[in-house]
């Protein structure tokens, strides 16, 4: 059973190498990736040998009765299939792939990769298929208009947190008859971050601060202390509108402040959490904390053995605290 293991992992290693030197799936670092003759390769399809396979028992009947007719539609037919691998090549040639933006999502959930496929041809591209080598399932198949760009969005699953790295592309066509199959293995620098999938739970309490000014407006016992200007990440409900109103909008808007009643800091620490739960449920909890006061939009720290976060708010806070949250003891 070894031996039969480390003859087949061997074979796979050398099946790997063996299609890295012949498909260069080394990273592009040039960007756009422009699919020059080298890089696309055809091959002809299952419907493309059965179509060989015909042709050859058409030209032997033909022969053996001596049709000339029958000659010439077996010429005919074979003319037509091999123009066939010069259009299924163009279809493919010189298009420009560039990576675009993906948004991060939680583990568990599907992330999307966009890709820009640009076509400088004055003719347009039909049925191409653009999908990640390793997840053939997630293939999407678009057309690409003359001298136009198309955004494609390819799912992947991403079931774990971190940096999640697709690898390489495949863009390939059977246009038009579909009896042959051009391909192309374009590597660009696609990537999406995966925050620990939430666990919801209650928030730990506020800690007491040195001031007594709060930067919330939630009221309760709390006393007007007065005005400051806003700033990104505040949330609309704290607007003083009424000043905004008299102000006629020629006045950058200001956001209230209070005093006493439950102000403080609300620290979203590591050591708080259960001590026998494991890593990844404590990254699963934090992560649900941050949404949790993201929401009420109150100040929040995080504290991470040896990361702290000042406490803040607003988006840029949030998508700071749950990358480090992503990113624990994976750098």
Known sequence: ?????????????????????????????????VLSQRRIFILPTGSGLLFALLLGLMLLGAINYELGLG??????????GATTILHTFRNLSLLAISPGRSEPVFAGDTARFVVHVDNPAARARHALELGFADAPAGTVVFAVASGQRSSVSIPLPAPRRGLLDPGRLTLATRYPLGLFRAWSHPHPLLSCIVYPRPLPSPLPPLAASAGGVSLTGNGGDEDFAGLRLRQPGDPLRHVAWKVAARDAGNSPLLVKQF?????????????????DSDV??????????VLAADAEGSPYGLRLPGREIAPAYGEAHRAACLEALAFHGRR
């Open 1 to 33: 059973m070894h031996v039969a293991a480390d003859r087949s992992a061997l074979l796979r290693r050398l099946m790997e190498r063996l299609r890295q030197r012949l498909f260069r799936f080394g990273r592009d670092e040039e960007l756009p990736v």
């Open 71 to 80: 000659h010439a539609l077996v010429f005919l037919l074979a003319s037509i």
């Open 259 to 275: 005093a006493g009643g439950d102000s403080g800091e609300r620290w979203l620490d590591w050591e708080q959490l259960p001590a």
């Open 280 to 289: 990844e449920t404590r990254l699963s909890l934090l992560t649900g904390w």
